[in-house]
Structure formats: structure tokens, C-alpha cells
T-cell receptor, first 110, second 116 residues
Framework: GEDVEQSLFLSVREGDSSVINCTYTDSSSTYLYWYKQEPGAGLQLLTYIFSNMDMKQDQRLTVLLNKKDKHLSLRIADTQTGDSAIYFCAEGGGSYIPTFGRGTSLIVHP | DTGVSQNPRHKITKRGQNVTFRCDPISEHNRLYWYRQTLGQGPEFLTYFQNEAQLEKSRLLSDRFSAERPKGSFSTLEIQRTEQGDSAMYLC??????????????FGQGTRLTVV
């Protein structure tokens, strides 16, 4: 079955880069997504990448995809305290309805 | 448009009672999705509608759960004979006809259900 794995916590210093990793199992995934969830809020789509791409950059965000290893990462440059949130990796399977990981809590400290 | 709206934001109910949640999607969004999120977990897909048609249901959606979208606009999710295991955040999302694969799906803030 479909499965998405993420590490649960990441702690970084303000100004450093954050790298959040994700592995997935469904080789037919067409889209890989990163969502952000702040306390008391819904999920916000940060970015997504097509499965035929290796990298996508959007301002401070860089997504890397290794399709062979089914590994996805999200790099946040110059991490700020406002980036503290839970980040969810999701894969779009054959039904195109994403399957989410458990989320990585990013803690940014001064 | 203020985005996807969910009501109520919080619901506390006694075990065995029925509850109903409402989701108002973004205007003209054809697709509407329901997810459930328990503490420490990612969202789990429950069901989705395209217009008024319910096109897919997860195995998580037991017989006690029913979702409707009668006019292709707002949707309701009803849980009958609630159990403590139903305690979770229920999330609604909507997207235009392109669905997830072409365009962004927008999430509401969720309804947090606590069954005591």
C-alpha cells in the first residue's frame, strides 16, 4: 500500500538552512507535495513537483526529488521563526488524491 | 471569497451521540474533499465529491459516517453513534475541476471533534 515517511522533528537556528526529508513508496506517484500547517490553521500548499523533475526552486524553497530512491526533500534557506510549523510531505497516487506523511515539526530558535 | 469555511470549529459530544459538520468550499470549486487528522498523524483521506457526486470513499469511512453535497456547493459530514476513536480534526478541502494534479487544493481550518 501507499506509505509516506518523514522524520518527526527538526530543530534549527534562525538564519540556517532547514532540510526536511521524506520517502514514499508509490512508484506511480505523479506529483509530490509539501504542505505547511501552523497551529490552529489548515494546511497550506507550499510547493509541488512533477515526478519527471529533479529539482524545483521557489524563492527560499528548494525541492529535490530522487525518483529512483523515492526520496523527496524540502530545503528552506535562511530559516526564520515564522517558518516554525509542521511540514507534510504528500504523494499523488494513481487516484491523484494525495497520501500524507505524519509531518515534521520544524522548530526555529534564535 | 474568504476561503474554505468549516463549522463548527470545535465540537464536544458524548459517546453515542450523532454529530454533523459543515464545509463551505471556495465558490465555483467543483471538487470537495474530507480528511481526518488525529494527533501526531498526517491527514487521512475519507471521501471526495465532484459537484454533487461522491466519487470515492476510503475504507476509513465506516457505515457510521455519511457525507453529502446535495447541490454541489456546501457539504456535510455526519457521524452517527460517535465513539471515542472518532476524536480527531476533520479537514475539508476544495479545488477547481483540475483537482490536485493541476491546481492547488485549499484547506479549511478544520473541525476538532472530541468524544467524551
Amino acid at each position: 500500500g501507499e506509505d509516506v515517511e518523514q522524520s518527526l522533528f527538526l530543530s534549527v537556528r534562525e538564519g540556517d538552512s532547514s532540510v526536511i526529508n521524506c520517502t514514499y513508496t508509490d512508484s506511480s506517484s505523479t506529483y509530490l507535495y509539501w504542505y505547511k500547517q501552523e497551529p490552529g490553521a489548515g494546511l497550506q500548499l507550499l510547493t509541488y513537483i512533477f515526478s519527471n523533475m529533479d529539482m524545483k526552486q521557489d524563492q527560499r524553497l528548494t525541492v529535490l526529488l530522487n525518483k529512483k530512491d523515492k526520496h523527496l526533500s524540502l530545503r528552506i534557506a535562511d530559516t526564520q521563526t515564522g517558518d516554525s510549523a509542521i511540514y507534510f510531505c504528500a504523494e499523488g497516487g494513481g487516484s491523484y488524491i494525495p497520501t500524507f506523511g505524519r509531518g515534521t515539526s520544524l522548530i526555529v530558535h534564535p | 471569497d474568504t476561503g474554505v469555511s468549516q463549522n463548527p470549529r470545535h465540537k464536544i459530544t458524548k459517546r453515542g451521540q450523532n454529530v454533523t459538520f459543515r464545509c463551505d468550499p471556495i465558490s465555483e470549486h467543483n471538487r470537495l474533499y474530507w480528511y481526518r487528522q488525529t494527533l501526531g498523524q498526517g491527514p487521512e483521506f475519507l471521501t471526495y465529491f465532484q459537484n454533487e457526486a461522491q466519487l470515492e470513499k476510503s475504507r476509513l469511512l465506516s457505515d457510521r459516517f455519511s457525507a453529502e453535497r446535495p447541490k454541489g456547493s456546501f457539504s456535510t459530514l455526519e457521524i452517527q453513534r460517535t465513539e471515542q476513536g472518532d476524536s480527531a480534526m476533520y479537514l475539508c478541502a476544495s479545488s477547481p475541476v483540475g483537482g490536485w494534479e493541476d491546481t492547488e487544493a485549499f484547506f479549511g481550518q478544520g473541525t476538532r471533534l472530541t468524544v467524551v
